[in-house]
């Protein structure tokens, strides 16, 4: 289908405003995206209409509740062609999604002397549950390399993975490098050595098209409000197989089977994993969100993004002055744009840029070892969606022109 792009804005009001007299461009889409309309009205009806706990009752409400809350993870399972809505599991976010896994899966296979690998471009909630079970178990992290561009070096990845590596955790999408990683042939690779593959797709879910069979990944992590989502629900999918054996982090109501004074039993997946209350208006706003996703095509989203990616490059490329981090070819990455201006603080960048009414993100992106890796204490992001046009990136380049502008030469 032929999106009207340029229309998109309109299904979101708080992009319809001035941001310090400015029209406001809005480019920190990798930290939260915004809700449309849609999104904002699926919470309004729940909340007016159907406002009830899940599984629990069997009144009218409870049971359009549960309806709603069951019928946004059939739409989760769809979205991502996961083959069951039973390793479909509702959680808060990736963070709390990967740490179920470390800690959960990882205390039930890593031993004494086991490898655990990732890479040097995760974000803090790829490493730190990994750092914390290496250390609760006595086990080796490793950290794949990565080339010049910023991709992930794959003869490195091959030496890392050995038959000790128990399971490995890779981001699908760089949060800063905007690299794409290829999934499904790591994954091939970690198999045939024996171990689990983890992907945090919380860059990559909202962008582009993702079927967890194809990838054949053990689990995948992604967050609702990076894809227009409210904040504070997320999904873990995991096979079955796996989730079977894995005991849960949580106890309490709604995921008991029988409770007797000394012991209890689950119930099946993916209740099993999912203690207490739910956010209940959380999935049936990501349900709401992922229909607005699908009416429009993850492919076309996708291309959409490349389309403006190769549309900036070369314009920042003219800039001199301008070091951007990741690859340069619009097909290897995401709307992601990590940069730094020679000279000016990307916290003075980030400000300068408000000033003329683009949102861009500055400092580390939770990503310090990768910082570190690139010998930068901190970098300006810029980060495009589905709702970001032509004219966005202009404005953009403008601003970043007029930054470089005053802090090299001031106001003379």
Not at 122 to 132: M, Y
Not at 337 to 346: C, E, L, S, T, W
Not at 349 to 364: I, K, L, N, P, Y
Not at 379 to 386: E, G, I, N
Request: net charge negative; glycine share 8%.
């Amino acid at each position: 289908m032929t999106v009207p792009y340029e229309h998109l804005r309109e299904d979101f009001k708080i992009l319809q405003q001035h941001v310090n007299d400015e029209p406001l461009v809005y480019l920190d889409n990798a930290a939260t995206t915004q809700k449309p309309e849609a999104v904002l009205k699926a919470l309004e009806t729940y909340y007016h209409t159907s406002n009830a706990n899940v599984h629990r009752g069997v009144h009218t409400l409870a049971e359009r509740a549960t309806t709603q809350y069951e019928g946004a993870r059939e739409k989760v399972r769809r979205f991502i062609n996961a083959p069951s809505t039973a390793e479909v599991l509702f959680t808060r976010g990736t963070t709390t999604s990967l740490n179920w896994v470390a800690r959960s899966l990882g205390d039930l296979i890593i031993e004494e002397g086991d490898e655990i690998v990732i890479s040097f471009m995760e974000h803090h909630s790829n490493i730190i549950p990994w750092q914390q079970l290496a250390k609760r178990k006595g086990a080796k992290l490793k950290y794949i390399e990565l080339t010049d561009d910023g991709k992930l070096d794959m003869d490195d990845a091959r030496e890392k993975i050995t038959e000790q590596t128990k399971i490995v955790s890779l981001v699908h999408v760089s949060n800063v490098l905007g690299v794409v990683n290829p999934i499904r042939e790591l994954t091939d690779y970690v198999h045939d050595k024996g171990g689990v593959m983890v992907v945090d797709g919380a860059q990559a879910v909202p962008h582009m098209p993702v079927d967890v069979q194809a990838l054949d990944a053990d689990f995948y992590a992604f967050s609702g409000h990076k894809m227009m989502a409210p904040t504070g629900i997320g999904v873990l999918y995991g096979k079955r197989k796996w989730l079977e054996k894995m005991e849960p982090l949580e106890f309490g109501g709604e995921m008991i089977d029988f409770v007797e004074l000394q012991d209890s039993t689950w119930k099946e997946l993916p209740w099993k994993f999912e203690a207490g209350t739910p956010n209940i208006a959380g999935a049936i706003g990501l349900g709401a969100a992922i229909d607005y996703l699908e009416n429009i095509g993850m492919r076309e989203i996708m291309d959409h993004e490349q389309n403006l990616v190769a549309y900036l490059m070369p314009k920042l490329e003219e800039i001199e002055g301008l070091t951007l981090f990741g690859p340069k070819k619009a097909s290897d990455r995401t709307g992601v744009i990590a940069f730094n201006i020679d000279g000016v603080h990307p916290h003075d960048v980030a400000t300068a840029m408000d000033m003329e009414g683009v949102a861009v993100r500055a400092g580390h992106h939770c990503a310090q070892p990768l910082m570190n890796y690139l010998n930068q204490p901190a970098t300006a992001r810029a980060s495009f969606y589905l709702y970001n046009t032509v004219a966005d990136a202009d404005k953009f380049v403008d601003a970043l022109k007029a930054t470089k502008e005053f802090f090299i030469h001031g106001l003379d």
